[in-house]
């Protein structure tokens, strides 16, 4: 499948409840090519899940959905409606979070595997469970026919995530979305793991949207970069172009609480001031305005859209980080010594104190 392979226009996700709407995701936009790699990042609350789940038709039914999503030449909200059941899982398919939440603990590893193979390609039992441990292996699963017959229970968090992978692959989708797929796995396991998606993704020709909360997980791995915040989208790039020409201060707040392996030891964290919206109380103006650094009057009152910077960039900001309107926004700011929204300017530059116990065998 070559050219656009997912189209995402105008989404926009609602949960009613008893405090009012909440707008989980405001006019979301992006295009994916098929054999590419889409980041989209954010803190927690941003609407990155709920966006791949209205992709994945895995909304509970009181969530109410607008816009346009196209599969090639396809509608899938039209497949929903329609229950086309052999589209999810087989052409588009998704790695969660947890994997003790996306497999059943009490059916063995090699019955899950092979249930999506008998379902929706009609495999027999015995097609299914040889394919099976050839996904096991294919994943870098040790002794696949042994793991076929073990719970997950039995199994490493690496590995029960590597079981994941594995199903989420088993009828060879166009589209794999991966949404934070190394949550609570140890830093080392976390960078195999992410090296395997992309592999697979290289080998197989799969597209896929990698989610995360972390810029340094997408910088080369991705194709391109979306940026959310609080349901909408701050900032989408080429990846290359994102980091060397960020534009939104959002973006740059995230990058700047990255710790760093060349700085020198014990150098302080920088956290981002403040707290992200409640979704149903997002400000009229930029959503962003109340923690930001560059925010400016207008940036309290007007909600700014989409700009394009050139080469596919596109940034939702008044005062863009490295414009004449940003440097003269900070500048003003730091004058004053508090922004727009009333932030006390040296937030920005305080860090997390950092416990110092002393060289190693020091005693207390």
């Not at 989209?40 to 994945?56: F, H, I, N, Q, R």
């Not at 700085?263 to 962003?288: A, N, Y």
């Not at 910077?309 to 596109?314: F, I, L, P, R, V």
Request: aromatic share 4%; proline share 7%; with cysteine.
């Amino acid at each position: 499948m070559a050219g656009t392979l997912l189209s995402v226009q105008d989404l926009k996700v609602g949960f009613r409840t008893e405090q009012g709407v909440v707008r989980a995701v405001d006019g979301v936009s992006f295009d994916l090519e098929a054999g590419q790699t889409l980041g989209v990042v954010g803190e927690s609350g941003s609407g990155k899940t709920v966006t791949a789940k209205a992709l994945m038709n895995l909304l509970p039914s009181y969530a109410h959905v607008e816009g346009t999503v196209s599969f090639g030449d396809r509608d899938v909200f039209a497949m929903a409606a329609n229950r086309e059941k052999h589209f999810w899982g087989v052409e588009m398919t998704m790695v969660f979070q947890d994997p003790m939440t996306s497999l059943n603990p009490v059916k063995k590893v090699g019955e899950q595997i092979a249930e999506s193979l008998r379902v929706h390609l009609k495999k027999s039992r015995r097609e299914a469970f040889a394919e099976a441990g050839d996904l096991l292996e294919q994943v870098g699963i040790p002794e696949p026919g042994k793991r076929l017959t073990q719970y997950p229970h039995e199994l490493s968090g690496g590995l029960r995530q590597r079981v994941v992978i594995a199903m989420a692959l088993a009828c060879g989708p166009h589209l794999l979305i991966a949404d934070e797929p190394t949550t609570a796995l140890d830093v080392t396991v976390q960078k195999h793991i992410l090296d395997l998606l992309d592999d697979l993704r290289r080998d197989r020709g799969m597209a896929m949207i990698l989610i995360t909360h972390d810029l340094g997980v997408v910088k080369g791995r991705a194709d391109e970069i979306m940026v959310m915040y609080a349901g909408h989208t701050m900032e989408e790039a080429p990846t290359a172009t994102l980091f060397s020409e960020m534009r939104h201060p959002y973006t740059e707040a995230l990058l700047e609480t990255i710790p760093k392996i060349d700085t020198p030891s014990h150098t302080r964290l920088v956290p981002i001031p403040g707290r992200p919206p409640e979704v149903i109380e997002i400000p009229d103006g930029c959503p962003f305005a109340p923690r930001c650094r560059y925010s400016i009057t207008r940036c309290l009152t007007d909600r700014p859209g989409l700009t394009s910077h050139g080469s596919g960039h596109s940034c939702a900001c008044h005062a863009p980080v490295g414009t004449p309107s940003g440097i003269e926004a900070r500048a003003a700011n730091e004058s004053t010594g508090t922004t727009a929204a009333g932030l006390d300017m040296d937030q920005f530059t305080r860090k997390v104190p950092v416990i110092d116990f002393g060289p190693p065998g020091a005693e207390g």
